[in-house]
Each structure stands twice: as C-alpha cells, then as structure tokens.
C-alpha cells in the first residue's frame, strides 16, 4: 500500500514536474549589469587602497553617502504630522508636483505644464517614452551618442526605435557641436530629440549658453520635439536656475514642444525614495489638462499611483523657506565638492609631469567626467592599482575624496605616461 503510494507520488512528480520546471528553459540569462560588476569587484578588492569610481551617487569627502540636513529636518516635520499612509491620486502629491515644476520652469508658463508625479527620473523617462509611442506619428527618439546607458532600453520597451547624434568629440574630451548640428537638421522633421539639461550623463560635457542658442535654433527650425531628461538641476553647476537655463529658454520661446523628465536622486539625495516628476508643454491651459487626462490613462495600468514619502520629504523641502534656502546651499556644496575635486585630479596630474592634456577634467561638470581613459588602460587600473571604473573611461568624480586624488593620479599616470 505504501509502496503504492510512493510509487504514484513518484509519478506525479515525474512528467508533471519536468514539465513545469521546464516552461522557461527557453529563457537566456541575462548579460550582467556593468556597474554592479564594478562594484562587486571592488568589494572583493582587499587592498585598503582600492577606489570605486563606478557608482553614480554622491559621496562625502570621507566616502559616505550623504543624507541632508534639508532633507532629514522635512523628514522630522512629517513624522511629526502622524499623516496616513493612503494612496495618492494617479499624478501624485500635488505640493510636491507644483513645486517641482517651479523649480524647473521657473515662472513662465506653468499654466501650460500638465505635470505628474513619476517614480524618479527612469519612471518619467518610460510615461514620457509612453506617451510619446501613442501621440507622435515619428515613433523614434534620438540620443546623444553616447547617452545614459538606460535610455534605449526605457524607450525600446516603449515601442519606440531609439537612433543616435553625434555629441561627444573624443579627439577633444569635448563637444562635437557641428557634428551634432549636423545630424539633427538631417533628422526628419518633427522628430523627437532626447536632450540632456546639464550634467550630461556619460561624459561630462555641456554646451555653453551660445551654443545651447545654436542647438535650440536648428531644433525649432526642423520644428523637432525636445525631450529634457534633467536628473543634476542643481547638482551641476551649483545654481539651480543655470542648470535650468536651457530647458526655461526652449519653454520661453514657445516654438518647439518640450516635454521633461525630472528626477531628486541626486540633488537631493533621495536615491531609494524614487521621486521624480514627468512633464508636457501644452499650448494653452486647455491643451494641458487634454494632455494630463492622457498622461493619467497611461500612469494608471503601470502602477497606478506613485509613493507617498518621498514625495511628502521633497515637497517640504521645496515649499518651506527655510527648508529651502538650507537645500540650496547644501546642493551648491555637493557640486562645489565635485568641482573641487575635479580641479585637484587634474592639478595632480599636472604636477606629476603628465604630457597628457587634462583640460577636459575641469572643462566637464557634473558627477562623470569621460578621462579618455581606453579599456585596457581602465583594465590596468583595476588589475594593477585597485582602481575600478567603467571600461569606457567613465570616472563618478563622487568617488574622490582629498585622501585618494593623489593616489588615483598617480595610478592614472602610470597607465597613460607610456
């Protein structure tokens, strides 16, 4: 009778089994994400000299992350309120979306913004990519080459076809404005341009003010979509209404449409709170509460509202005065730090007798600078000095303090001195 039992059991688990262990066998595994990689191997590094230049999130001058005094005093504030935890409505928590499109555009045409609440910057990245896959006839976005490496797989995976511009000029470590000119007028008209507000992200490099003007011109005049992906407001240059400059100068000048990605990862360090707002340029009011009826059928099947707590810290940061003035000047030494420690990679380097130029270190702003750095030189930086970076040459300036600059530049020298 056991023996029955068993055997039947054994049966079941037989053919039925292997049947459902094997519904996914088609599945590939997966290539492995780059920067965890760095990471991995830059925690399997015992060297107590090892450095990781691979994450992008701020770090103070002793390597540690950094929460705010802004953001941990609006923290204290709400706890103290006892608030619920209910839903939100599907575009959010409107204290923190109204302000969060004040300090992108400024005063002007705010009642033309149809504004949502995202989940950071990716999430308003995929309702932008989204949105844009059922209201534009063009069904392909362009990027600067090289752009954030998220970019073609949030917008691939909205249906959209992802082609590139000519941005980044590595003869110069600088920008390959006529190159990039020369590709958007080639573009078909009306096509949708992914444009980065400041800190570009990979390398570095922005546009000044006169030729922002230049790129803005061709834009308008191909009569092209520019979508603003703004993830440093702030955190670039230290002035949040520079960083701002190019985004309020297309919005003010009313001639092409703008839509917004924005993200408070990094300027206000709310990394694991995922606070972000997705915004369209409507023409009138009219058109902008069209547009956020539309933005809403398409938030609700995705996650059909946002979280609470976040955007409840950022919303105080941004609406109360004081908060707000203590956030300013936290955000301009975050950046000024990262400024700092640009200048001294380079002085060091200098100093070494490099022959090397390194004019692009300081000419860069941001959290990444592109070093020009090839991948076997990034290769011998990890094997042979404990230095981990992306093999592109990408450096997270965070990750330089005033204890390990001289030790990184002379790593760096080593490796590019032959």
Avoid at 281 to 306: T, W
Wanted: aromatic share 8%; with cysteine; proline share 4%.
């Amino acid at each position: 009778m056991l023996s029955s039992a068993l055997k039947s059991s054994s049966l079941l688990r037989g053919p039925s089994a292997a049947r459902c262990l094997s519904a996914w066998a088609q599945v590939e595994m997966g290539p492995p994400d780059a920067i965890l990689g760095i990471t991995e191997a830059y925690k399997r590094d015992t060297d107590s000299r090892k450095i990781n230049l691979g994450v992008g999130a701020y770090r103070t001058d002793a390597g540690k992350p950094y929460v705010l005094n802004s953001v941990a005093q609006a923290e204290q504030n709400i706890l103290q309120q006892s608030l619920d935890k209910e839903y939100l409505p599907i575009t959010g928590l409107a204290k923190f979306t109204s302000a969060a499109a004040s300090l992108a555009y400024g005063t002007q045409a705010l009642e033309r913004v149809a504004v949502t609440q995202s989940i950071s910057g990716t999430g308003a990245l995929r309702i932008g990519g989204a949105f844009l896959e059922r209201f534009h006839a063009g069904k392909a976005i362009y990027v600067p080459g090289p752009t954030w490496g998220n970019h073609g797989a949030v917008f691939r995976d909205c249906g959209l076809k992802v082609g590139q511009y000519r941005y980044f000029d590595p003869q110069t470590n600088g920008l390959n404005l006529a190159g990039m000119l020369e590709d958007i007028r080639a573009l078909p008209k009306g096509s949708l341009v992914l444009l980065h507000a400041c800190a570009h992200n990979p390398t570095g490099v922005d546009p000044t003010a006169v030729q922002w003007a230049e790129i803005q011109k061709v834009v308008e005049e191909c009569e092209h979509v520019a979508f603003f992906d703004m993830a440093y407001q702030g955190f670039a240059s230290g002035d949040v209404d520079r960083d701002a400059s190019a985004l309020r100068s297309f919005v003010e000048a009313n001639k092409a449409p703008v839509l917004l990605a924005q993200s408070f990862a990094k300027n206000m360090g709310l990394y694991g709170e995922r606070v972000g707002t997705f915004s369209v340029v409507g023409a009138d009011s009219a058109e902008k509460y069209r547009l956020l009826s539309q933005v809403k059928i398409l938030v609700r099947p995705m996650y059909s509202n946002p979280p609470v707590h976040g955007a409840r810290i950022a919303g105080e940061v941004l609406s109360d005065s004081g908060l707000r003035q203590m956030w300013l000047g936290e955000v301009k030494e975050m950046a000024d730090r990262i400024i700092r420690m640009r200048a001294a990679l380079r002085g060091e380097l200098e100093e070494l007798g490099s022959k090397k130029s390194w004019n692009h270190i300081t000419d860069q702003i941001g959290m990444f600078c592109y070093t020009g750095l090839t991948p076997a030189q990034v290769d011998r930086l990890a094997s042979e000095f404990h230095v981990y970076l992306t093999r592109d040459g990408r450096v997270s300036i965070a990750g330089i303090t005033t204890g390990n600059v001289k030790y990184l530049a002379e790593s760096i020298h080593k490796v590019t001195k032959d």
